[in-house]
Nanobody, 115 residues
């Protein structure tokens, strides 16, 4: 099992930027990957996804502001977050999807957007 560790979260002012990293303990090149977020009292939601082939998709709420990318040589997936809004505040989780689209999750990293 590949283990995922997210990092890069923190406190940022509205309009600011953060880059999240998801470091994998092994090769992830064959897997579809995703960033999800969960705010208190809410369900986990997809923020951005990237397939093994590099195709990307985004939640409507983050389109034009967030960019997901992967560096398979470094076994790392990134989420560049620009023009952050208070409603982006959440714990952000990285995941990879194996057989039957079964999700494997990291531990999460907190992103807080506030003045």
């Amino acid at each position: 099992q590949v283990q995922l560790v997210e990092s890069g979260g923190g406190l940022v002012q509205p309009g600011g930027s953060l880059r999240l990293s998801c470091a994998a303990s092994g090769s992830i090149f064959i897997y579809d990957m995703g960033w999800y977020r969960q705010a208190p009292g809410k369900q986990r939601e997809l923020v951005a996804g990237i397939t093994s082939g590099g195709s990307t998709k985004y939640a409507d709420s983050v389109k034009g502001r967030f960019t997901i990318s992967r560096d398979n040589a470094k076994n790392t997936v990134y989420l560049q977050m620009n023009s952050l809004k208070p409603e982006d505040t959440a714990v952000y989780f990285c995941a990879y999807f194996s057989d039957y689209a079964f999700a494997h999750w990291g531990q999460g990293t907190q992103v807080t957007v506030s003045s």
